[in-house]
Structures are given as C-alpha cells and as structure tokens.
C-alpha cells in the first residue's frame, strides 16, 4: 500500500493504477458512510459511484493541507448527500446494517426485538447534530480510531473524544425519549 501524497501524485499524473488502489481503500467505508445517510443501497451504490467520479475529475485541484485524502472523499459523500436531501426534502437514517451483526449471535427468537431496537436507534439517532452522527458512525459502526475521525472531520484527537462523549450523552437522552430500553 502506498501513502495518501503518492497515490495523490500519481493520480495527478493520470495513472490508472494509482486511482485503482484509492477506490479499493476507500470505496466500502465511502459506501457505508452514504447509505447510513441515504437508506437504500442503490442510492448509496449511485452517490459512491459519483464520489469518485468528482475525485477523477477534481484531483488536479485537490492538495492534502495535512488532511488524508479520505477526509476529502467523505467531504465529496457529504455535500453529495447534502445535495440528494435537498432535492427530495427528506432525511432519512436507516438501522444498522443486517451484516453487522455476526451469524452466530444471530437468533430468530431475537429478530422482532432486534428490529424494534434497531427503529428506535434511528429514531433516536434523529436527535443528534450531524457532527454527532457522524462521529457515531465513523467510531462505531465503522470503528475508527479517534485519529482518523479527527482526520476526517477535520478536528484534533481531543475535540473528538468530547465531541463523542457529548453525543453518547445526547444518544443516551435521545433513548430515553424514544423509551427504547428498560431499566
């Protein structure tokens, strides 16, 4: 694997190889990133697909400015969903994936309280500022660390530990609203 600044390089110059290796890295965390947003894997497949296109056709312009380049690709997957919900008025989070919950801890008995649990997440997770909900995403679902989700925010390492302690607060009161747990 090569870093963000050759491959960037490499791009520029217009080396097949280069953009081959930046969509295996960061297409399936990009993909996962928009369909939490948008709810339908089609949508999320089309909106993936037009991520890389802009990056095709902007990387002459892109610099690093000590960002990674994956920071740049979820800013092109945000305004493209930004832009999506505009045009149909609408917003929209979807339940957590059915894979990311592993088959052995899969149970029949389970799914209906599985599936009541997972609305009211999405219901609460209606709750949070978008930067929460993007921490939220970015640590626990795709399970970054606190560098990358600085990195790709845009924040330090510190700012997101309290960005991420305020919106597992903000989740927490969101729950209890949502009257999604007992105690």
């Known amino acids: 694997m090569q870093d963000d600044a050759t491959l960037v390089a490499q791009a520029k110059q217009g080396e097949r190889a280069a953009f081959e290796q930046i969509y295996d890295q960061h297409r399936q965390p990009i993909f996962n990133y928009i369909y939490f947003r948008v709810g339908d894997s089609e949508l999320a497949e089309d909106l993936t697909s037009d991520v890389f296109v802009r990056m ?3 990387i002459g312009k892109y ?3 000590g ?9 092109i997957a945000r305004n493209l ?3 999506h919900h505009r045009r149909d008025n609408q917003l929209t989070w979807i339940p957590l994936e059915e894979r990311l919950i592993e088959a052995r801890d899969y ?6 309280d599985r599936n009541l649990l997972q609305q009211c997440l999405v219901k609460a997770l209606q709750h949070l500022t978008d930067e929460q909900r ?8 795709e399970q970054r660390s606190n560098a990358d989700v600085g990195a790709i925010l845009g924040k330090t390492e510190g700012s997101i530990k309290s960005l991420q302690h305020r919106a597992l607060a903000a989740l927490r009161r969101a729950l209890d609203k949502e009257l999604c747990y007992e105690r």
Request: charged share 20%; proline share 6%.
């Open 56 to 58: 095709v056709d902007k």
């Open 63 to 65: 610099t690093q400015n």
């Open 67 to 75: 960002r990674p380049l994956a920071a740049w690709l979820y800013t």
């Open 81 to 83: 969903v930004i832009d």
């Open 107 to 112: 149970n029949p008995d389970n799914e209906t």
């Open 134 to 141: 993007q921490v939220i995403l970015l640590k626990f679902v």
